[in-house]
């Protein structure tokens, strides 16, 4: 098992989790209201378990290459456009994922629109959690419309053994 800590002061920002060997397969929407009662997709990982992920994940987005196939923000993911046509995700690479609940409280980012969605964070913003020595940590995704996932940025964070 492993924690995750602050790469700039050492806090402790998880519960201890068990690495696992590579992203689960996007759950299947089962209906149940997350843990507030919001509407929620299964969350990405179980709880106990955490994951890097090798994609791009959210802010910033920009123009998609122009003789690539387009195939959404990332890979198999949703389609994102603006006034520059259609965008890629050219957010932190090997982000690490955990299951929300294995996250105690971070806190609040002040730049509100790090939090936009529909009834929670979509996560596509940037970083919208803060350790409380105010390092960019985590991007908390909640929202019916993303992920239900707590993904913490790789630079700002180190590993340790549990
Ligand atoms: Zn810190
Ligand atoms: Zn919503």
Not at 7 to 13: D, M, S, T
Not at 31 to 39: A, E, F, K, S, V
Not at 69 to 78: A, H, L, M, N
């Amino acid at each position: 098992m492993d924690i995750l800590l602050c790469a700039a002061c050492g806090h402790r920002l998880t519960e201890p989790v068990r690495r696992l060997d590579g992203m689960p397969e996007f759950p299947d929407w089962d209906g149940l209201p997350g843990p507030d009662g919001q509407r929620l997709p299964p969350a990405r990982l179980s709880r106990g378990t955490y994951a890097v992920d090798p994609l791009p994940h959210g802010a910033p987005f920009v123009p998609a290459p122009k003789d690539e196939e387009y195939d959404g923000v990332v890979p198999g993911g949703k389609w994102m456009s603006d006034e520059r046509g259609l965008l890629v995700s050219a957010g932190p690479r090997d982000t690490y994922v955990l299951h929300p609940l294995d996250v105690p409280e971070l806190v609040f980012h002040p730049d509100s629109w790090r939090h936009i969605g529909c009834c929670g964070p979509d996560g596509e913003h940037g970083a919208n959690r803060l350790c409380p020595c105010g390092a960019e940590v985590a991007i908390v995704a909640a929202d019916c419309t993303s992920e239900y996932a707590t993904r913490f940025v790789p630079d700002a964070v180190r590993t340790v053994p549990a």
